[in-house]
């Protein structure tokens, strides 16, 4: 599997911007995905996540619900990562992330461990 973050870049305040992840998965099944974000001399953290087990399920953290919207197109081959009304505080690097582990029980997709396959981040730059 791979996959290759794109569309990020440098933004004024309530900008908004679209990431894309490509994905090739080969024959391999995706469970899940989900962006993160590392901001400059922090921890990754969890953005968000979509993950298919009997519905479509999507998941946001509390600091851009609201403001970011995740969304795959049905082949799962691109998943986008649409955020709005950006601010300062959005900047990071944001990476893409797929888990093709079919887990007996539902995992939280909020968590790194969760993912099996991480691509390169793009990088995007909010200015005040």
């Known amino acids: 599997v791979q996959l290759q973050a794109s569309g990020g870049g440098l933004v004024q305040t309530g900008e908004s911007l679209r990431l894309s992840c490509a994905i090739s998965r080969g024959r391999l099944n995706i469970f899940g995905a989900g962006w993160f974000r590392q901001l400059p001399g922090r921890e990754r953290e969890f953005v968000a996540a979509?993950?298919?087990?009997?519905?479509?399920?999507?998941e946001y953290a509390d600091s851009v619900r609201g403001c970011v919207t995740i969304s795959a197109e049905n082949a799962k081959t691109t998943v986008y990562l649409q955020m709005n009304s950006l601010k300062p505080g959005d900047t990071a690097v944001y990476c893409c992330a797929v888990s093709t582990w079919k887990w007996s029980e539902p995992p939280s997709y909020t968590e790194a461990s969760t993912y099996n396959y991480w691509g390169r981040g793009t990088l995007v730059t909010v200015s005040s």
């Open positions: 979509i993950s298919w087990s009997g519905g479509t399920t999507t």
